[in-house]
């Protein structure tokens, strides 16, 4: 069965920082891109970031590009997304995601990331 | 790179059809068979129910149809169910940022 873990969310101060992490199993991880889509409270779905197969290419929103960093340990099957300078702006769930030709096929639970003083 | 545009709303009776509408430009839908649509129910993450414009991934009823013509893809639920009732997200692929692209939503209700 494949799964998605996410963790590290929580209450951060503007201009803090913080770090998701994403366990996968079920699944040969180093087979999938994945990527990070956030929703913010009572709205739609943003693409965030994504990392290849062996980490080897990454890409950004140009809402995070600069602030955010993709990276992922393919001998622990887990994807992270580093998230610096966080603004008021950035509070959202932020998902986990399998991806295959664009579409996601397996999302985690989300964590969230609520950004205030 | 702007959202994808959706219809806020969609209705149906039980068993009737709808069909939601996912307007892009030629750098995204019109020119890229990437597009994917989510069923997304409150509080819980979101679902693939098509990919690659038409595709059905295994589990999901063949109510549930895809399809594009220029700009434009469209999502089709036949025979509406009760738990049909929903959020539904449109993607595609954008070349002008080589990064995907959500739709703005449209709230499904089953009358």
């Known amino acids: 069965e494949v799964q998605l873990v996410e963790s590290g969310g929580g209450l951060v101060q503007p201009g803090g920082s913080v770090r998701l992490s994403c366990v996968a199993s079920?699944?040969?991880?180093?087979?999938?891109?994945m990527h990070w889509v956030r929703q913010a409270p009572g709205k739609g779905l943003v693409w965030v970031s994504r990392?290849?197969?062996?980490?080897?290419?990454?890409s950004y929103a140009d809402s995070v590009k600069g602030r955010f960093s993709i990276s992922r340990d393919n001998a622990k099957n887990t994807v992270y997304l580093e998230m610096n300078s966080l603004r008021a702006e950035d509070t959202a769930v932020y998902y986990c995601?399998?991806?295959?030709?664009?579409?996601?096929?397996?999302w985690g639970q989300g964590t969230l990331v609520s950004v205030s003083s | 790179q702007s959202a994808l545009t959706q219809p806020p709303s969609a209705s149906g009776s039980p068993g009737q059809s709808v069909t939601i509408s996912c307007t892009g430009t030629?750098?995204?839908?019109?020119?890229?068979?990437?597009v994917s649509w989510y069923q997304q129910h409150p509080g819980k993450a979101p679902k693939l129910m098509i990919y690659?414009?038409?595709k059905r991934p295994s589990g999901v009823p063949d109510r549930f149809s895809g399809s594009k013509s220029g700009n434009t893809a469209s999502l089709t639920v036949s025979g509406l169910q009760a738990e049909d009732e929903a959020d539904y997200y449109c993607?595609?692929?954008?070349?002008?940022?080589?990064?995907?692209?959500f739709g703005t939503g449209t709230k499904v209700t089953v009358l």
């Open positions: 995601v399998r991806v295959t030709s664009w579409g996601g096929d397996y």
């Open positions: 079920g699944f040969t991880f180093t087979d999938y891109w």
């Open positions: 990392v290849k197969t062996d980490g080897s290419f990454t």
């Open positions: 030629s750098s995204d839908v019109g020119n890229y068979n990437f």
């Open positions: 690659e414009v038409n």
């Open positions: 993607s595609s692929y954008s070349r002008s940022n080589d990064f995907g692209v």
